[in-house]
């Protein structure tokens, strides 16, 4: 990795992560593009309420793609190749075990979790359609959370991005074939994505092991080192909370939403937040560019390449923010259509919480690449603060805006809660650099 040529780097290890996530994003939306105008407003509210457990699966899948990915880095870029081939070896392990664990609390509580949202008969039984199939691939869920991140941060960032697009491109068609051809509804939509999660995995594998490198794990890279996995779990547990803030939130809306309006507003609701989503992941993708070159160079002692490293991610995120916020405001009803066009209750609601929703959405971003720089030095202990913290803020907005303001109340708490918390997170990384000086001058 060339200290030397901070924007180039960045750029090479960003612009794939970036693309990766948005295809990853966009995979996300095509499910809700197709459910959206074939089913309408129950299928947009079976496939939101189901999500967040998917995404429990998927965030503990980050935990273990970025705290591997990180440790493999570290250790790369120290130069100790064999105990990076563990570390990959080991969170390939964690893929399987994990994925089938995961797949199985997919289908063991998928009644049960709708239900504690208040979902109605029909929006219960296309979300247990919908989660009974996501559990039955949940290795191929797993995978598809992990295996990217690992041919990432091996230093293949382009391929990564190859495996995911190819895996998006299968689920486009098939969603095509299962739902709107053969009438599957929710059924159909995890199976096309399921699919697409198999392709991007083969293709990832086929990188990882299809020719000889310094990295490419032997046998014994397999074997399990209960310390090496507690290493890889610690380094990712931020992550994992960051992924499960995203299932915790949405949850969480679509249980306020459901007592106090109705399954409309949930629809809305995940109208509005494919776009919070897509942002949310554009963050996470120049986080995932962000992250090897934070955990290489600090590794190599490389202080001024860090925090160029940490500049570059800081202004891409919240100037990409602000542009699309702008564009959101101006023109909702551009960006609803794409989900609905036949419903004018359901285009008015989503169109109302885009503008209450999302104008804060930019704080988000910087909040996320804060908490990925302090894990990516390794230090857990703040990353985890303000993970916890970006989730547990929300909690009195959550409880005490809708009472006064009732289902307005429920739009406005993110936004609040972004308002409070930035400054105190931007202030935390401005003390931390601080102090880093004093014990490190930066060279000129």
Not at 171 to 183: A, K, M
Not at 340 to 353: C, I, N, Q, R, Y
Request: hydrophobic fraction near 55%.
């Amino acid at each position: 990795m060339d200290s030397t040529r901070i924007p180039r780097t960045f750029l090479i290890y960003t612009l794939p992560a970036v693309a990766a996530l948005v295809v990853q994003a966009l995979n996300m939306m095509i499910d809700g593009i197709f459910i959206g105008h074939v089913m309408g407003t129950p299928g947009l509210s079976g496939i939101y309420m189901a999500w967040p457990l998917v995404g429990v699966v998927l965030a503990v899948g980050t935990m273990i793609g970025i705290g591997g990915g990180a440790q493999l880095s570290m250790a790369n870029g120290a130069g100790r190749l064999p105990l990076a081939r563990r570390y990959l070896g080991l969170s390939l392990l964690l893929v399987v075990t994990l994925g089938l664990v995961g797949g199985i609390f997919l289908i063991l509580c998928r009644e049960a979790f709708l239900s504690f949202q208040g979902a109605p008969d029909e929006v219960v039984r296309h979300g247990m359609d919908y989660l009974f199939v996501r559990g039955l691939g949940g290795i191929s869920v797993m995978g598809a959370a992990v295996l990217p991140l690992l041919v990432r941060n091996t230093g293949a960032p382009v391929r990564a991005t190859l495996a995911m697009f190819a895996g998006v491109l299968v689920n486009l068609v098939l969603d095509y074939v299962f739902i709107v051809e053969f009438g599957w509804g929710l059924a159909g939509a995890a199976a096309a994505t399921v699919a697409g999660e198999a392709v991007s995995d083969i293709a990832c594998l086929w990188f990882l092991f299809g020719r000889p490198t310094a990295l490419r794990p032997r046998l014994k890279d397999f074997r399990i080192r209960l310390g090496r996995i507690v290493q890889i779990l610690v380094t990712g547990f931020t992550s994992m909370i960051m992924y499960l803030y995203m299932s915790f939130v949405i949850m969480l809306h679509n249980y306020l939403f459901m007592r106090l309006g109705s399954e409309v507003q949930v629809a809305a609701f995940a109208i509005t937040d494919y776009y919070m989503a897509f942002y949310y992941l554009l963050g996470e993708g120049i986080c995932g560019g962000m992250q090897p070159l934070v955990s290489y160079f600090h590794g190599a002692g490389e202080r001024r390449a860090v925090l160029g490293t940490l500049r570059l991610a800081m202004m891409s995120i919240f100037g990409l923010g602000c542009a699309l916020v702008a564009a959101l405001l101006i023109v909702p009803e551009v960006f609803v259509a794409l989900f609905t066009t036949g419903d004018p209750v359901l285009s008015a609601a989503a169109e109302h919480g885009i503008r209450l929703h999302l104008f804060t959405m930019m704080l988000e971003g910087l909040i996320i690449i804060v908490a990925t720089y302090f894990q990516a030095i390794g230090d857990a202990r703040r990353a985890l603060m303000i993970a916890a913290a970006n989730m547990l803020v929300q909690l009195p907005f959550l409880a005490i805006l809708p009472r006064f303001l009732g289902t307005d109340g429920i739009w406005l708490a993110i936004p609040a809660a972004n308002l409070l918390l930035a400054p105190i997170v931007l202030v935390m990384l401005a003390l931390h650099l601080r102090r880093q000086d004093r014990l490190v001058p930066a060279p000129a």
